[in-house]
């Protein structure tokens, strides 16, 4: 009985469809927990909950505070994507058509978030140290990427997946622009942390100065654009071949835009809380677009490229 058991659950399998959805509900918790950690950190709640796991010593629900429940609201939505991401890693590995690098990717994905907690634990304990703060960030950032190949490979097991027509010299420049566009979600964090919402109501320690810091994430802007410039006019120039492929490029550049505009907005107006968080939504959001981008370069789907 317990053998016949055995079988059946090593013989079960998860249809492309079901962990497609699985896999797309694991990033976009991801990409929830991303932006309720912000708003953790811009509404000066970061110590709203004084101890881990629980709110307050002796107590593990928040007090009717509002910072209390803005940072147990952030630790209850890092419940759910530990939840999500663990379905994903298990159920990776029972999608026959899903490649081996996407099944170990899953598993990078749950370790990944898993992490997230002593992460969290350390970043209280401390008292916001803002490279814990940045680290916090940033780990969430690479799990994300991580949740979007994952998608990606999902919907190249349903739909079908084909050889790149992309040359491989624009394979780096796409791999190049991820890059950059993560350079800029480090300067990003950087300029955060030395703005003026310090993540708690407490004079918590600032780290570095402003304007340097707006520089440096200038200069993060400048090396993404050049790559991601790059990697479009070579799509307007064959996009005959994968034009579906640059539309989804187009509505990155969409979000660029968009995210520039934000920026240049909220420096302006003295870094208003509010936009700064609009700010870290659309920056998450274009990371997400170039990273899809660069891995549907490397083997893009059967439905975006005219063969």
């Given amino acids: 009985m317990v053998t016949n ?18 896999a ?22 970061g110590l709203g909950c004084e101890a881990w796991p629980g709110c307050q010593p002796g107590q593990p629900f928040p007090a009717k505070d509002f910072h209390s429940f803005v940072e147990f609201g952030n630790r209850l939505v890092g419940g759910i994507v530990i939840v999500t991401t663990l379905v994903a890693a298990l159920a990776a590995f029972r999608v ?8 170990w990717t899953a598993v990078g994905i749950f370790a990944g978030t898993l992490a997230q907690a002593p992460l969290g634990y350390l970043t209280v304990r401390f ?29 190249g097991a349903e739909r079908g997946a084909v050889p ?40 918590v320690r600032r780290l570095w100065r402003l304007q340097d810091a707006v520089f440096a994430h ?4 400048a090396i993404f654009g050049l790559c991601f410039a790059f990697m479009l006019g070579y799509l307007v120039s064959r996009r005959s071949t994968a034009p579906r492929l640059l ?3 187009f509505g990155v550049l969409g979000l660029v ?38 891995a549907l370069f490397q083997r893009p789907l059967a439905t975006l490229v005219r063969t």
């Fill in 127 to 155: 008292g916001l140290n803002p490279y814990l703060v940045m680290s916090h960030f940033l780990l969430s950032a690479v799990v994300l990427g991580a949740a979007v190949v994952l998608v990606v490979a999902a919907l």
């Fill in 96 to 103: 026959p058509a899903l490649p081996r690098y996407a099944r």
């Fill in 247 to 249: 539309w989804l490029a």
């Fill in 257 to 294: 835009a968009a995210q520039i505009m934000i920026g240049a907005i909220q420096y302006n107006t003295h870094l208003p809380w509010w936009l700064v968080l609009i700010h870290v939504g659309t920056a998450v959001s274009v990371w997400v677009g170039v990273v899809a981008l660069a």
């Fill in 164 to 203: 790149s027509p992309v040359p491989r010299e624009l394979r780096l420049a796409a791999g190049a622009a991820a890059a950059g566009c993560l350079l800029l979600l480090v300067t990003g964090t950087v300029a955060t942390a030395a703005g003026p919402h310090p993540g708690d109501r407490s004079d």
């Fill in 24 to 45: 797309i509900t694991a990033a976009a918790a991801l990409w929830l927990i991303v932006v309720t950690g912000a708003t953790v950190r811009l509404t000066a709640s």
């Fill in 218 to 221: 200038a200069v993060g802007t």
């Fill in 5 to 22: 058991a055995a079988s059946r659950i090593r013989s079960f399998e998860v249809s492309t469809s079901l962990f497609r959805t699985i």
